[in-house]
């Protein structure tokens, strides 16, 4: 049974970082993408950043390219995401999922997605 826990948010500034955790069981990571996705009050969720660690491939939202960093730590069967230079426009609540690599190529589509972690609230002031 795939399990995702997501933790990391808080308050920020603009202009500030934090850095948000998923820690997964029940399945190995590399056989695994992992993505972070996030939803805004009255908005879709939409994808953030993807990363697949059985060939190092990973995704990028437009809107977070050059800010946001995704990692992983396949012994800890975490996977991280480092966000920095926070624009009020990052605030949502965020969220981790998961899908077999048999199933699911690097994608921000989180219909794509079968495993779901809770969220994690980010809220960035000006």
């Known amino acids: 049974d795939v399990q995702l826990q997501a933790s990391g948010g808080g308050l920020v500034q603009a202009g500030g970082s934090l850095r948000l955790s998923c820690a997964g069981s029940?399945?190995?990571?590399?056989?695994?993408?992992i993505g972070w996705f996030r939803q805004a009050p009255g908005k879709e969720r939409e994808g953030v950043s993807v990363?697949?660690?059985?060939?190092?491939?990973?995704y990028y939202a437009d809107s977070v390219r050059g800010r946001f960093t995704i990692s992983s730590d396949n012994a800890k069967n975490t996977v991280y995401l480092q966000m920095d230079s926070l624009k009020p426009e990052d605030t949502a609540v965020y969220y981790c999922?998961?899908?077999?690599?048999?199933?699911?190529?690097?994608?921000?589509?989180?219909?794509?997605?079968?495993?779901w972690g809770q969220g994690t609230e980010v809220t960035v002031s000006s």
């Open positions: 999922a998961a899908d077999s690599v048999l199933h699911v190529a690097c994608s921000g589509h989180a219909y794509e997605y079968d495993s």
């Open positions: 990363i697949s660690s059985s060939d190092g491939s990973s």
């Open positions: 029940g399945f190995t990571y590399p056989d695994y993408v």
